[in-house]
C-alpha cells in the first residue's frame, strides 16, 4: 500500500463500511416487499394471489364460459377429470364443480392438483372457497375419489376475457417426502432420487 | 463415407426448389403471422437504411482521410448539437418501430369467445392434441424412420417434418389453443400461424389463431427439451370448415380400440411391434437396440428382454422407471400395441424367445 | 518474464526450475502476471469452447446423424455456451483489466494483488470442474447454458451439481476481481488523473465491474436454488410443489442481460482506445461515451424478461419490456456514432488492431441492428429460439465482441512484451477471420427466419444449403485463429524491438512508459495536467 492513513482518517471510513454493511442487510429485506411487486406485475406465483379473495365489487354481473382441463405430469397412470367439461357461469355467484380421481396403479400414491389459469389476467378474478388443490391425495391401487371446487368470479373481471381455462396438473408427490412434509404443512417434492 | 457424398449431391440438387421461398420469414395463413411479417419487413427496410447511412460514412472516412492519401487529421472532439442530434434521431426511430409494433401487440391480446379449444400437451417427445370440445385426442409422432436419419435410408422431402397425425383445424373459425406440459419446458412453434408458445409443466398459457386457407403447416419444438427435442414436430393441416366437421365427426365416433380380446400369432405381432418400436423406442434405444448408455441402456441382450419373466418386462414398459427417461406407457398406448412392441423386443436382435404378449395378457395386467 | 531462468540451465535443474516455475506463477501477485495469466487461460478455453463449436459445426454439415448422439450434442452446445462465457470472454476482459487499468491511472499495480491471485486461480480451478463433467458417468450438462428448470433440475445428469459448484467459484472469483478493480480505480489514480480524465477503457471496466457485482449473487442464488431443488426437496422452480418453472427464467435472466454488457462493456472500451490511436485524431464526444456506458449500465438491469417473450407473460410486461429495451439501442448508438466521428476527418491508417476495430464497427452495428429487430415483441413470436437468434448473439460476442478483444490483443501487444507482432501475419489473419466468421454467422439468420429452432442435431431438408456454407465458414475461421497464437508465440522472441510510444498516435499513460514496462508500473506516481 502506497501510503498507510493515520488514525483519525480511519474512524469515518469504518462508520461508511459499517453503514453500508447495514444498508445493504436492509435492502435484503427491503426486497421481500419489492419481490412482491414483481411477482404481481409479471404475474409470477399466481397460486397465492388466487387464494386472496377480491374484495366485493358494485359492478354488475356479466356471464362468461369457463372450461376445466386436467393434466396428468410425467405419464401418471391415474384417471383425473371434471365431471363438467365447461359452463357457462354468471359473475358474483358461486358455483361448484366434482372432479374425479383414481389411481390405475397397483401401489398406494400420493398427488396433488397444482392449479393454474389462462388468461393469467383472470387468475385474480377467480376465487376459490374451496379447493382440492390445497391438499395431498393419498389413493391405495383402484381407489377413486370425489372432489369438489367451489368457486366464483369477481365481477371486477373485465369482459373483454370471453372464455377463462381452470387448469389442474396432477402431479406425484414421493411417498416419504409427502409424509413428512404433510407434518409441516408445506408442499414440496423429492428430487434427490435423481442425483 | 461414399453415402455421406452421394447424401450431400442428393441435397444440394433437392434443395434449390425447397430453398427458393426460404430466406425470410413466411407470411403465413393468419392474420397475426401476416402482421407480424409486416412488421418484420418494415423493421428490415428501417434498418437497411441506418446501415446504409452509418456504413457509408465509414466508408467515406475510410477512403478520404487515409494516412497514406496524406490526409491531416482535424482536431475537433465536441459538438454539443450534434450529440444532441444523435441521440434524438433513434429516439424517433424506436418510436416508429415501437407503435406498429404495440398496435400488433394489442391485436394479438385477444380473449373473444372461440369456436373451438384445442389442449396442446408436451411430451418428451411428441405433442398430444385434445379437441375439448369434442372429446377427442391423439398424440402425434415423428414418423421419419431412423433409417433415414442414420442415413442407410434416402431421405424423404418432409424428412423430419412428418408425424404419423397432424393437427387437423378448420379455416375461418377461431381456434383457441391452451398449452401446456407433461414433464419438461416445451414450446409449440408453427411460423406459418405465428404462434410460439412455450409449453410449461404445472402451468396453461394460451393462443389463438383464424387460419386463413387450407393446407398444411409445418413446426417444431423451440425450447431445448432434452434429448429428442429436434425429433417432435408439429403438423397442422388446415381443412375447410365443413371438411373439418365431418372430420372430427367421424373421429368422435370411431369406436375406441378395444382389441384386447383377441389373440394373435407372432409373425403378425412382429410385423406390428417393429414399426411402432421405431415410432415409441427407437429414438432412445435405437434402431438395433444398443441404445445409448448410461441415460438409454440397451435392450439388446439385456437381462429384461431374455429373461423368462415376461411379467417383470410388461409391468417395466407399463409403469416406467422412476427417476429416469423411461415413460410409463400404460396411459400411452392400447393393449394390443404394447403387446406387439414387448414381443418385438423379445424376439428382435436375435433375442429369440419366442414368447408371444398376447393383447389380454396386457389387459389382465391393468387396473 | 524471464526472471525465472537462465538459458544454460543444466539437466539435473529441470525438476527445480519447474518447481521454480510453478511456484513462481501460482504465487504470483504483480498485475502483469495476473493479466498473463487470464489472457492464456482465456485463449486455451476459446480452443476448448471453439473445439466443441466445430464438432456442432461438424454434425450439422449435412442433415442427419453422422458424428454424435443427440444427447452429446446437446452436451456439446451447452458447454460451448459455459466455457465460451465464463472460459474466455470474461476473464479475456478482467486479463485487459489487470494489465492496463493500473498503468492508465499511473499505479504501481492493483489495490489488493492477493485477493488478485486467489481471483485468478479460482478460474482455471473451476474451468477444469466443468469440462471434467464431459467424462462423468451420466453426461456432462445437457440442457443449454441456459440451464432452464425443470430440465436442468428433475430431469438434469448427476453432474449437474459439479456445474453449479465451478458457477459458484466462477461467481466468486468474478466479484472479489470486480471489487479490486473498483478499488483501485477508486483510490490508485495518479494525482491529476479526475474522473472525467480516466480513459475509457477505464470507465467501461468501472461500470463492469458493477454491473459484475450485482450480478453475479444473482446467478449464485439461481444455481443454488437448482441444487436445492435437486438436492434437498425444495420446490422453487418446481409446480407441484407450488413453485414456478419460469420464475428460474426470471432470475436467470436478471443475471444473463446484464451479463451481455458486462462482455460489451470492455470492448467498448478497447475499441475507444483503437480506433483515436489509428485516426490520430482524440476520442470524439468523452463526456457522452462515459455517460452512454454507464446509461448502458443502468439499461441492461431493467430489460432481462425480453428474453421470455413466449413463455406467457401479460401484455402490459410484453410491452414494458420491449419498450425499455428498445431504448438500449439510444445510448449504444451513441457509441457507435462516436467511433464513426472519431475517425471522420482523421488521418487514418490500416494496421492490424484498426482492421480488427473497424470491422468491430461493422459487425457490431449490424448485430445492434438485428438486436433492435429482436426487441420487437410481436416479431420476436417468430425470432425467438430460431437460428436467427443464435446469429443475433454470435455477431455480438464473435464478430464482435471477440474482434474487439483481437484488437485489443494486437494493439497492446508490442507494449507488454517489448516487440512487434508480424504485421503481415496479422493482416492474413484478419482478412481470413472477417471473411470466415460472416460465411459462417450471416447465413443462420436466413436458417432462422425459415424456422430452424436452435439446440437441434438435425434438421429438415430446407435448412441444407445455410448449414453446409456456415459449416465451412466454421472450419475455416477455426483454423485461422491458429495464425493468430502462432503470431503471438513467435513475435515474442523474433519481433522487432518496440518503442515506447509504439504507435504513432498512441496516447495515454501507458505509452509513457518502457516497453515492456517495468514490474511495478509507475513505482512514483506521474503527474497529471
Same mark, same amino acid.
Given at each position: 500500500m502506497a501510503t498507510t492513513p493515520d488514525r483519525p482518517a480511519r474512524r469515518p471510513l469504518l462508520i461508511k463500511l459499517v453503514a453500508a454493511a447495514l444498508l445493504m442487510f436492509g435492502f435484503s429485506f427491503a426486497l421481500v416487499p419489492l419481490y412482491d411487486l414483481m411477482c404481481d406485475a409479471l404475474g409470477i406465483g399466481k397460486i397465492r394471489a388466487a387464494a386472496q379473495p377480491v374484495t366485493a365489487t358494485t359492478i354488475a354481473p356479466h356471464t362468461l364460459a369457463i372450461e376445466f382441463v386436467t393434466t396428468n405430469t410425467e405419464q401418471l397412470d391415474w384417471s383425473f377429470y371434471p365431471l363438467v367439461k365447461s359452463m357457462e357461469v354468471t359473475t358474483s355467484e358461486t358455483y361448484m364443480v366434482n372432479f374425479i380421481a383414481k389411481n390405475n396403479t397397483a401401489h398406494t400414491m400420493t398427488v396433488q392438483a397444482i392449479p393454474s389459469i389462462t388468461p393469467v389476467q383472470g387468475t385474480e378474478y377467480?376465487?376459490?372457497?374451496?379447493?382440492?388443490?390445497?391438499e395431498q391425495q393419498t389413493l391405495a391401487p383402484g381407489e377413486s375419489i370425489k372432489m369438489p371446487v367451489v368457486f366464483m368470479i369477481d365481477s371486477?373481471?373485465?369482459?373483454?376475457?370471453?372464455t377463462l381455462t381452470l387448469s389442474y396438473s396432477l402431479f406425484e408427490l414421493k411417498q416419504e417426502t409427502a409424509s413428512t412434509q404433510s407434518r409441516n404443512g408445506e408442499v414440496q417434492r423429492n428430487r434427490g432420487g435423481r442425483t | 463415407m461414399v453415402g455421406l457424398f452421394r447424401l450431400l449431391v442428393a441435397c444440394v440438387l433437392l434443395s434449390p426448389v425447397l430453398v427458393a421461398a426460404q430466406v425470410n420469414m413466411p407470411r403465413g395463413v393468419t392474420s397475426v403471422s401476416q402482421d407480424i411479417y409486416g412488421l418484420h419487413m418494415y423493421v428490415i427496410w428501417i434498418v437497411v437504411g441506418i446501415m446504409a447511412v452509418v456504413y457509408g460514412v465509414i466508408i467515406y472516412s475510410l477512403v478520404r482521410h487515409r494516412k497514406s492519401r496524406g490526409a491531416v487529421a482535424a482536431t475537433f472532439s465536441e459538438n454539443n448539437l450534434l450529440e444532441i442530434v444523435w441521440t434524438v434521431i433513434p429516439l424517433i426511430i424506436i418510436t416508429a418501430i415501437a407503435i406498429p409494433s404495440i398496435r400488433v401487440l394489442i391485436e394479438m391480446d385477444d380473449y373473444d369467445a372461440a369456436d373451438l379449444t384445442i389442449k396442446i400437451t408436451g411430451h418428451q417427445w411428441k405433442w398430444q392434441y385434445e379437441y375439448l370440445d369434442h372429446g377427442v385426442g391423439f398424440f402425434s409422432l415423428l414418423t421419419t424412420p431412423m433409417a433415414e436419419v442414420v442415413g442407410v435410408e434416402e431421405k424423404d422431402q418432409w424428412y423430419l417434418l412428418e408425424v404419423d397425425e397432424p393437427l387437423v383445424l378448420p379455416t375461418d373459425r377461431k381456434v383457441r389453443f391452451v398449452v401446456t406440459s407433461n414433464d419438461v419446458i416445451h414450446s409449440w412453434w408453427v411460423p406459418e400461424l405465428g404462434i410460439k408458445r412455450d409449453a410449461v409443466p404445472g402451468y396453461m398459457y394460451e393462443a389463438w389463431a383464424r387460419i386463413q386457407e387450407p393446407g398444411i403447416y409445418r413446426g417444431q419444438c423451440?425450447?431445448?427439451?432434452?434429448?429428442?427435442?429436434?425429433f417432435m414436430p408439429i403438423v397442422v393441416k388446415a381443412v375447410a370448415p365443413e371438411d373439418f366437421d365431418k372430420w372430427i365427426a367421424a373421429r368422435a365416433s370411431a369406436?375406441?380400440?378395444?382389441?384386447?380380446?383377441h389373440n394373435w400369432t407372432l409373425p403378425v405381432a412382429m410385423e406390428r411391434g417393429a414399426a411402432l418400436y421405431d415410432q415409441?423406442?427407437?429414438?432412445?434405444?435405437r434402431a438395433d437396440g444398443?441404445?445409448?448408455?448410461?441415460t438409454f441402456p440397451a435392450l439388446r441382450d439385456s437381462s429384461i428382454a431374455t429373461s423368462t419373466d415376461v411379467n417383470r418386462h410388461i409391468d417395466l414398459v407399463m409403469n416406467g422407471v422412476p427417476n429416469?427417461?423411461?415413460?410409463?406407457?400404460a396411459p400411452q398406448l392400447d393393449d394390443e400395441e404394447l403387446a406387439a412392441i414387448i414381443t418385438y423386443e423379445r424376439n428382435a436382435w436375435e433375442h429369440d424367445t419366442g414368447d408371444l404378449v398376447q393383447p389380454s395378457q396386457i389387459q389382465a395386467r391393468r387396473r | 518474464m524471464a526472471n525465472g531462468a537462465t538459458a544454460g540451465a543444466v539437466q539435473q535443474n529441470v525438476p527445480r526450475r519447474l518447481i521454480a516455475f510453478i511456484v513462481r506463477w501460482t504465487t504470483a501477485t504483480n498485475h502483469k502476471d495476473i493479466g498473463t495469466l487470464y489472457l492464456c487461460t482465456a485463449l486455451l478455453n476459446l480452443f476448448v469452447g471453439g473445439t466443441l463449436a466445430l464438432c456442432i459445426r461438424a454434425e450439422l454439415f449435412? !442433415? %442427419?446423424?453422422?458424428?454424435?448422439e443427440p444427447n452429446f450434442f446437446n452436451t456439446l452446445t451447452t458447454m460451448h455456451g459455459l466455457i465460451m462465457l465464463f472460459g474466455f470472454i470474461m476473464p479475456v476482459a478482467v486479463g485487459f483489466a489487470n494489465w492496463l487499468i493500473p498503468m492508465m491511472i499511473g499505479a504501481?499495480?492493483?489495490?489488493?494483488p492477493r485477493l488478485n491471485n486467489m481471483s485468478f486461480w479460482l478460474l482455471p480451478t473451476a474451468t477444469v470442474m466443468l469440462v471434467s463433467t464431459l467424462f462423468m458417468d451420466g453426461g456432462a450438462?445437457?440442457?443449454?447454458?441456459?440451464?432452464?428448470a425443470p430440465l436442468s433440475t428433475?430431469?438434469?445428469?448427476?453432474?449437474t451439481d459439479y456445474m453449479i459448484f465451478a458457477v459458484h467459484m466462477l461467481g466468486i472469483s468474478s466479484i472479489m476481481g470486480s471489487i479490486n478493480i473498483i478499488t483501485t480505480i477508486a483510490t490508485m489514480?495518479? !494525482? %491529476?488523473?479526475t474522473w472525467m480524465k480516466l480513459p475509457v477503457f477505464v470507465w467501461t471496466w468501472l461500470v463492469t465491474a458493477f454491473l459484475l457485482i450485482g450480478i453475479m449473487p444473482v446467478l449464485a442464488g439461481a444455481v443454488t436454488m437448482m441444487l436445492f431443488d435437486r438436492n434437498?426437496?425444495?420446490?422453487?422452480?418446481?409446480a407441484a410443489g407450488g413453485?414456478?418453472?419460469?420464475l428460474f427464467q426470471h432470475i436467470f435472466w436478471f443475471f444473463g442481460h446484464p451479463e451481455v454488457y458486462v462482455l460489451a462493456l470492455p470492448a467498448f472500451g478497447i475499441i475507444s482506445q483503437v480506433i483515436p490511436t489509428f485516426s490520430r485524431k482524440p476520442l470524439f464526444g468523452y463526456r457522452t461515451m462515459v455517460m452512454a456506458t454507464i446509461l448502458i449500465g443502468f439499461l441492461s438491469y431493467i430489460v432481462w424478461a425480453h428474453h421470455m417473450f413466449?413463455?406467457?407473460?401479460?401484455y402490459g410486461a410484453q410491452l414494458y419490456f420491449m419498450l425499455a429495451t428498445m431504448l438500449i439501442a439510444v445510448p449504444t448508438g451513441m457509441k457507435v456514432f462516436n467511433w464513426i466521428t472519431t475517425m471522420f476527418r482523421g488521418s487514418i491508417s490500416f494496421e492490424t488492431p484498426m482492421l480488427f476495430a473497424i470491422a468491430f464497427v461493422f459487425m457490431f452495428t449490424f448485430a445492434g441492428c438485428t438486436g433492435v429487430m429482436l426487441a420487437v415483441a410481436p416479431a420476436d413470436f417468430q425470432y425467438h429460439d430460431s437460428y436467427f437468434v443464435v446469429a443475433h448473439f454470435h455477431y455480438v460476442l464473435v464478430n464482435g465482441l471477440t474482434f474487439a478483444f483481437i484488437a485489443g490483443a494486437y494493439y497492446w501487444y508490442p507494449k507488454f512484451w517489448g516487440r512487434m507482432y508480424n504485421e503481415r501475419l496479422g493482416k492474413w489473419h484478419f482478412w481470413l477471420s472477417t471473411i470466415s466468421v460472416n460465411v459462417l454467422f450471416f447465413p443462420q439468420h436466413f436458417l432462422g427466419l425459415a424456422g430452424m429452432p436452435r439446440r437441434i442435431p438435425d434438421y429438415a431438408l430446407q435448412f441444407v444449403d445455410f448449414n453446409f456454407i456456415s459449416s465451412i465458414g466454421a472450419f475455416v475461421f477455426g483454423f485461422s485463429q491458429l495464425i493468430f497464437v502462432y503470431n503471438m508465440m513467435v513475435s515474442r522472441h523474433k519481433g522487432k524491438p518496440a518503442s515506447d510510444?509504439?504507435?504513432?498516435g498512441a496516447e495515454g499513460?501507458?505509452?509513457?512508459?518502457s516497453s515492456p514496462p517495468?514490474?511495478?508500473?509507475?513505482q512514483t506516481p506521474p503527474r497529471i495536467d
Open positions: 377467480l376465487i376459490k372457497t374451496q379447493c382440492f388443490c390445497f371486477a373481471l373485465p369482459e373483454k376475457y370471453a | 423451440a425450447e431445448l427439451c432434452g434429448v429428442n427435442h429436434g369406436a375406441p380400440p378395444v382389441t384386447s380380446d415409441h423406442c427407437a429414438a432412445c434405444h444398443n441404445g445409448m448408455p448410461p429416469t427417461a423411461m415413460q410409463a406407457y | 449435412v !442433415p %442427419g446423424l453422422q458424428f454424435v504501481p499495480d492493483m489495490a489488493l450438462p445437457n440442457f443449454g447454458w441456459t440451464m432452464y428433475t430431469y438434469g445428469p448427476p453432474s489514480r495518479a !494525482p %491529476g488523473m434437498f426437496g425444495t420446490a422453487f422452480f418446481d413453485g414456478d418453472p419460469l413466449t413463455s406467457g407473460m401479460p510510444r509504439v504507435w504513432e499513460l501507458e505509452w509513457t512508459l517495468p514490474h511495478h508500473s509507475f
